[in-house]
T-cell receptor, first 114, second 112 residues
Framework: KAGVTQTPRYLIKTRGQQVTLSCSPISGHRSVSWYQQTPGQGLQFLFEYFSETQRNKGNFPGRFSGRQFSNSRSEMNVSTLELGDSALYLC?????????????FGQGTRLTVV | GENVEQHPSTLSVQEGDSAVIKCTYSDSASNYFPWYKQELGKGPQLIIDIRSNVGEKKDQRIAVTLNKTAKHFSLHITETQPEDSAVYFCAALDNYGQNFVFGPGTRLSVLP
């Protein structure tokens, strides 16, 4: 059974640009959640999508957005990139909502903003 | 909102000894508490979780205890092995599933 796939694995972007990250969940999983990991702030929850609808959102500015497609694949977009957005972005998939089943993480996309 | 504290930040133990990591949370409405292990270059991996209606859960060498009154939960690893060396994160999910808050992590080193 294939795991959670995140693409690309590495990205370098310039301040002010925008970026789109992709997450393909485990087959049959309907929930995808996104996280930001930095040395300073640790692991922080961005948002969760379930059945193409955003179900909850962490404390991030509106520059961070996402969506989920009918096949459960999800994309996360960050607009007007700032240096502080440099981080490892992780997604996790679960069969149902986060609180109802365990979440499996991908290896992440490492974003560097210069 | 929810706040999760985790101690210690680093922990070194001899192979075969036990390791204990403790977390406290602030929101009494939180009801789901997972523990993740993250190895270098990999995403977090769920190793055990506990829900608010249970006080203790065990899976082979790993156990988690939850004290709802005191709002803290702990990870216990017995008979530690070098492959247990990693960063461990605790987390709490509030009752409404609105936010998923992680502790800052504990770097565990198991010395052979």
């Amino acid at each position: 059974k294939a795991g959670v796939t995140q693409t690309p694995r590495y990205l370098i972007k310039t301040r002010g640009q925008q970026v789109t990250l992709s997450c393909s969940p485990i087959s049959g999983h309907r929930s995808v959640s996104w996280y930001q990991q930095t040395p300073g702030q640790g692991l922080q929850f961005l948002f969760e999508y379930f059945s193409e609808t955003q179900r909850n959102k962490g404390n991030f500015p509106g520059r961070f957005s996402g969506r989920q497609f009918s096949n459960s694949r999800s994309e996360m977009n960050v607009s007007t990139l700032e240096l502080g957005d440099s981080a490892l972005y992780l997604c996790a998939s679960s069969q149902f909502r986060i609180e109802n089943t365990e979440a499996f993480f991908g290896q992440g996309t490492r974003l560097t903003v210069v | 909102g929810e706040n999760v504290e985790q101690h210690p930040s680093t922990l070194s133990v001899q192979e075969g000894d036990s390791a204990v990591i403790k977390c406290t949370y602030s929101d009494s409405a939180s009801n789901y508490f997972p523990w993740y292990k993250q190895e270098l270059g990999k995403g977090p991996q769920l190793i055990i979780d506990i829900r608010s209606n249970v006080g203790e859960k065990k899976d082979q060498r790993i156990a988690v205890t939850l004290n709802k009154t005191a709002k803290h939960f702990s990870l216990h690893i017995t008979e530690t092995q070098p492959e247990d060396s990693a960063v461990y994160f605790c987390a709490a999910l509030d009752n409404y599933g609105q936010n998923f808050v992680f502790g800052p992590g504990t770097r565990l080193s198991v010395l052979p």
